[in-house]
């Protein structure tokens, strides 16, 4: 990712949602991550407050947030194709998981300790990175 004032950002490609809220109306995204930038954007991206963007510089190691979202939801469900879960589609990060039959949800405890504890070592690198 790099930042860059919005006003230069023709041509560049978004690398995560752009959120317009005005409230008791709408909340929610006016642009999405992969969103090539027109001239005739710049107004919008103005109007909600965007004066920089980040845009994507793909790199090794580096996820978007709508595909690590993906990947939660594969290591949630089992896999995109669950015989007893359906999954929104990725927005602004977040997946909606929904149940498609009636019964009692189960916790592997110990996976869900693992996937944390993963987290917060990723969450550790990534600050140790930023500082670099």
């Given amino acids: ?3 860059v004032q919005t006003k230069d950002a023709v041509g ?4 995560h949602d752009i959120t317009q809220i005005i409230p008791g109306v709408k909340k929610g995204p006016v642009f999405k991550k992969g969103h090539v930038v027109r001239e005739e954007d710049i107004p919008v991206l103005l109007s909600v407050g965007k004066e920089n963007l980040y845009v994507w510089e793909k790199r ?12 939660l939801r594969d290591i949630c469900m089992g896999g995109p194709d669950s015989p007893t879960m359906n999954a929104s ?4 990060g977040k ?12 916790i592997n405890s110990q996976k869900l300790l693992a996937l944390n504890i993963k987290k917060s070592r990723l969450s550790r690198l990534e600050a140790k ?4």
């Fill in 95 to 106: 997946i909606e998981i929904s149940a498609k039959i009636f019964g009692l949800l189960k």
């Fill in 129 to 132: 990175s930023k500082k670099a």
């Fill in 89 to 92: 589609q990725p927005s602004e």
């Fill in 1 to 3: 990712m790099k930042l």
């Fill in 12 to 15: 560049h490609v978004l690398c």
């Fill in 60 to 71: 090794s190691g580096f996820l978007h947030e709508d595909e690590a979202a993906e990947v």
